[in-house]
């Protein structure tokens, strides 16, 4: 059974010109458990998730899985699944032959094809072409990517998006199941409802900040809670509160009791044989917590102190794309349009040394697959040899062979 990982984000920093996309994140995401990423639109979510994977180069920080970078796992499919996107399939390849081209890229016996494709539900229509597909059923397929190599590791960005109830339902005992097994699995998600009956623990970010991590019993104080009691008997109910000296104060919907426990008041209505008609726990509800944190109305001990401005670096080997006039998410998406699968940004050319006068490096629409490790690069190719192939795949999911450049060329784009 796979072994999940710790993931580790410590001072994680992604700047897009002048906007912070993500600023001094710091979080640890533990195996054996569901873990939801919140937050609200451009919070930078989903560009935390690529610099995890390898897909964006951070500012500053460093994302670790295993306690190593994406780009140094021996096997990153048979480490890391995730699914970023629904929508980086070819519309005319079949399903099965989809999970095929991933599979022989990454050495994967292709008996695994029809092992996930019934985990997922997709064994019926294995032979339809994908661009037949509604979202959910995309959905499934890219769950089916991620989880092709059997990987210890889930990062899923938002994966119940076009799912109908029933599936909604299918995806939260899936998860549960996986994180049951000691895997680590981590999911981020506009669902709070959904989000509060599927996930164990809990990362609000805001701003690209960290405004709360920690379980769902931790997100408010304890006496923000009251138990809401009622009886077709009150008076009998308030007599029996009186005599065990618990305060409590009749509202319209009942007796509301500060520092008590719902089980404890319904075992004392149990004793004393009074019909209980309510019996709740009530307080501020996710949604509340949720936008209170974000808003900055509330804080929370586990965000720690406001990040601290990071140092001015050296200059990049590489330069990111200008800034969006959207300071979301749509920055990193335009640096790696496709993240079906993930993978480090392309090898196509070993890097040099940071030169201040080096010309910014174009994107490129394409993610390299199961690269070597990085200590196996060599700076420049061995004596008597031209450059280097690797492979890669384009947004469309064909596999290209991209000649490797010399140090000192630019990348065209493609």
Known sequence: MPDGQVLELAGLTKRFGAISAVDGLTARIEPGQVTGFLGPNGAGKTTSLRMLLGLVRPTAGTALIGGKPYADLASPLQSVGAALEASSFHPGRSAANHLKVYARAAGLPTSRIDDVLGLVGLADVAGRRVGGFSLGMRQRLGLATALLGDPGVLVLDEPSNGLDPEGIRWMRSLLRHLAEEGR????????????????????????????????????????????VVDSPDRDALSRLLDDRGIEHQLLRNGFTIRHHEPVEIG????????????????????????????????????????????????????????????????????????AGTPAPAPTTAPVAAADPDDEPRPSTAMVAVVPPPRSARPATPPAGEGPRNSYSVASTGVIDIVPSASPDETEAPR
């Open 184 to 227: 680590t699995v981590l999911i981020s998600s506009h669902l709070l409802a959904e989000v509060q009956q599927t996930v164990d623990a809990l990362l609000i970010i805001s701003r690209g900040r960290l405004v709360f991590q920690g379980g769902i019993e931790d997100l408010a104080d304890p006496d923000e809670y009251a138990t």
């Open 267 to 338: 075992a004392l209505a149990a004793g004393a044989g009074i019909a209980l008609s309510n019996l709740q726990s009530k307080g501020a509800s996710l949604e509340d917590i949720f936008l209170e944190l974000v808003s900055g109305v509330r804080t929370h001990a586990s965000a720690g102190a406001a990040p601290a401005p990071v140092a001015a670096e050296a200059p990049p080997v590489a330069q990111d794309p200008p800034a969006a006039e959207d300071p979301g998410e749509t920055p990193d998406a335009r640096e790696v349009p496709d």
